[in-house]
Nanobody, 115 residues
Framework: QVELVESGGGLVQSGGSLRLSCAAS????????VGWYRQAPGKQRELVAA???????NYVDSVKGRFTISRDNAKNTVYLQMNSLKLEDTAVYYC?????????WGQGTQVTVSS
């Protein structure tokens, strides 16, 4: 049974930082692509950052230089470090792992950035 457990969301002031975690069971993260997505109210879900099997990463332009995705293989956990947060970063953040046949989603964690 694959399970992704997300944590780390909350309320943070503009300019502040937050680290999201996604811990997996039933699957080995290091073998697959893992992505962080977000969905703001009234908007489509978008891919924010992804990390690949070999460790390479990519980011949506709006978060480049501010967000960092990383992976701790020993803990089977993927992180999203978010710095210099802006009001427009407010959204529900989801992690997703892509296997050969299926994608598995976490439950989502709310990030709210205040002025």
């Amino acid at each position: 049974q694959v399970e992704l457990v997300e944590s780390g969301g909350g309320l943070v002031q503009s300019g502040g930082s937050l680290r999201l975690s996604c811990a997996a069971s039933g699957i080995i993260f290091s073998v697959y692509k893992v992505g962080w997505y977000r969905q703001a109210p009234g908007k489509q879900r978008e891919l924010v950052a992804a990390i690949f099997r070999g460790g390479s990463t990519n980011y949506v332009d709006s978060v480049k230089g501010r967000f960092t995705i990383s992976r701790d293989n020993a803990k089977n956990t993927v992180y999203l470090q978010m710095n210099s947060l802006k009001l427009e970063d407010t959204a529900v953040y989801y992690c997703k792992v892509d296997t050969l046949g299926l994608g598995y989603w976490g439950q989502g964690t709310q990030v709210t950035v205040s002025s």
